[in-house]
DNA sequence: GTGAATGCAAAACCTTTGCAACTGG
DNA sequence: CCAGTTGCAAAGGTTTTGCATTCAC
């Protein structure tokens, strides 16, 4: 069976970003991409260590900030800031943004409401050039605001 | 003459943010303001505390810290995170997100197209409250933009 | 007067780096 | 084979904390 990231990488190297052709597949690299697609949570370098580790008792924690990196810059994961915390890695490669409730610190994927674009509302100087745009949210979830209410 | 934060306070006293009664008006706290009042551009802490030294050489980090964070729960200022780099703080109160031009590394604050809203875009679970939303683009500024292409 | 804020130094925290050993293509 | 990657430990930069002192109200 092909791995995912195998699948990935080709389906990626199709398309306009060619970076990932020279992406050695490490034993390493492969175990980090698949903890995150497997749980397709939002976890933490740390968090991705931690579970890495339950599957390979060697890797090191440096090595999957590495791994994180490298994936980041090939485009198979994004890297997600919601204020001053941990960076968390999420798969979902759709445009999307993060909520993440103040209450139980549960972080969700968030999409565009039907044909919208990020970048729509935001009056930008002509001539500008987005490279990433990255928009995080602070609330409570649905969930924490109905047992908040009641 | 009455001090901008002084009327800040009472600016937003009268609405239904009350909590700025409580806040306590010291020498360092004013000060901090004051250098961000002065040239409302993105300082990081440490460019705070640079500048506050200035005019008052017995002010420590720890502190100018506190104050920007005291200065942040009240909604005096806000706290700007692009990225996982330190976190710039900026006296701008309307909504608005951060562009920040990776060649020059300057800060731009990009407004609201006419009418639009910040949060109209997404798709969010119904029921979920929204208390901060944080919009962090990265790119080529037009300016450093143009220069590329020349 | 008194609770809150300051200043200092030390710690905490996340992340990166240097380098010798190893490994995937 | 050998450039690129790993693992380890140590360093880096940002932010927070503990505590005695000082200050604003």
Same mark, same amino acid.
């Given at each position: ?16 970003? +060619?970076a990932l052709g020279g992406l050695r597949m490490t034993k390493q690299r492969k175990l980090v991409y698949d903890v995150l ?44 800031n919601v204020g001053r915390d941990a960076s968390r890695y999420c798969p979902n490669l759709a445009p999307h943004a993060h ?27 002509? +001539? ?10 602070? +609330? ?11």
């Amino acid at each position: 069976m092909v791995s995912k990231l195998q699948q990935s990488i080709v389906v990626e190297s199709t398309s306009e970003n +060619g970076a990932l052709g020279g992406l050695r597949m490490t034993k390493q690299r492969k175990l980090v991409y698949d903890v995150l697609m497997d749980e397709r949570d939002h976890p933490t370098a740390t968090e991705v260590y931690i579970r890495s580790k339950e599957r390979m008792s060697s890797i090191s924690l440096a090595t999957v900030y590495n791994c994180l990196e490298t994936l980041s810059a090939a485009g198979l994961v994004k890297q997600v800031n919601v204020g001053r915390d941990a960076s968390r890695y999420c798969p979902n490669l759709a445009p999307h943004a993060h909520f993440i409730c103040g209450k139980c610190e549960e972080v969700y994927d968030i999409g565009l409401k039907n044909d919208a674009e990020m970048e729509s509302v935001w009056a930008l100087p002509e +001539g500008t050039r987005i490279d990433h745009l990255e928009v995080a949210m602070k +609330g409570l979830c649905a969930k924490c605001n109905a047992k908040q209410k009641a």
